[in-house]
T-cell receptor
Framework: AQSVSQHNHHVILSEAASLELGCNYS??????LFWYVQYPGQHLQLLLK??????LVKGIKGFEAEFIKSKFSFNLRKPSVQWSDTAEYFC??????????????FGQGTTLQVKP | DGGITQSPKYLFRKEGQNVTLSCEQN?????MYWYRQDPGQGLRLIYY???????QKGDIAEGYSVSREKKESFPLTVTSAQKNPTAFYLC???????????????FGPGTRLTVL
């Protein structure tokens, strides 16, 4: 069965520090990869996604993620975080197989707290 | 103003009662999804629907039921058979283009259900 693992459950950083959130998935076929973010009191929204092409994907608000197929990883990065990046971050995977249902498998989430 | 609405925002239920959560979208999306979010567990798929009058069980469908009589609406009923219904429930929709697995899912604001 597919699964997604996010290694860091709670991360605390100071402003301007660099961020890297780990995400690994288990699935042998072709996958699509997503990072969603949930700011306090707001809807869950898409940060970025990868489904083909350049494995380095750039998203909104200066975030990027790199798909490394050999490591089954899709880590999220930002060179310099801001207080407004405080949120919960979710990695998710969908597969081309299984009848193309669009089903997303989510990781457990990582809570990021940025101190001003 | 396009988007997904969920109501109510907070819902309290006594044990043994069924309760229905509303989800409406005006994005003209074909696919709709219900997720349950629990602390430390990420989001888990309850039910999904790719087209009107059709829906499929997700990973944790037991104790839940849905209907999809209209494209815009995908209500979720939490029945008394659901053993641990207290959670945050999120509805999502996607355009269902050529390859649904690559589509971005758009999320509603959620309903927090508490069973007393």
């Amino acid at each position: 069965a597919q699964s997604v693992s996010q290694h860091n459950h709670h991360v605390i950083l100071s402003e301007a520090a660099s961020l890297e959130l780990g995400c690994n998935y288990s699935y042998g076929g072709t996958v699509n990869l997503f990072w969603y973010v949930q700011y306090p009191g707001q809807h869950l929204q898409l940060l970025l996604k990868y489904f083909s092409g350049d494995p380095l994907v750039k998203g909104i608000k200066g975030f990027e993620a790199e798909f490394i197929k050999s490591k089954f990883s899709f880590n999220l990065r930002k060179p310099s975080v801001q207080w407004s990046d405080t949120a919960e971050y979710f990695c998710a995977v969908s597969s081309h197989g299984s009848g193309n249902t669009g089903k997303l498998i989510f990781g457990q989430g990582t809570t990021l707290q940025v101190k001003p | 103003d396009g988007g997904i609405t969920q109501s109510p925002k907070y819902l309290f239920r006594k044990e043994g009662q069924n309760v229905t959560l509303s989800c409406e979208q005006n994005l003209n999306h074909d696919a709709m999804y219900w997720y349950r979010q629990d602390p430390g567990q990420g989001l888990r798929l309850i039910y999904y629907s790719q087209i009107v009058n059709d829906f499929q069980k997700g990973d944790i469908a037991e104790g839940y039921s849905v209907s999809r009589e209209k494209k815009e609406s995908f209500p979720l009923t939490v029945t008394s058979a659901q053993k641990n219904p207290t959670a945050f429930y999120l509805c999502a929709s996607a355009l269902a283009g050529v390859l649904l697995s690559t589509d971005t899912q758009y999320f509603g604001p959620g309903t927090r259900l508490t069973v007393l």
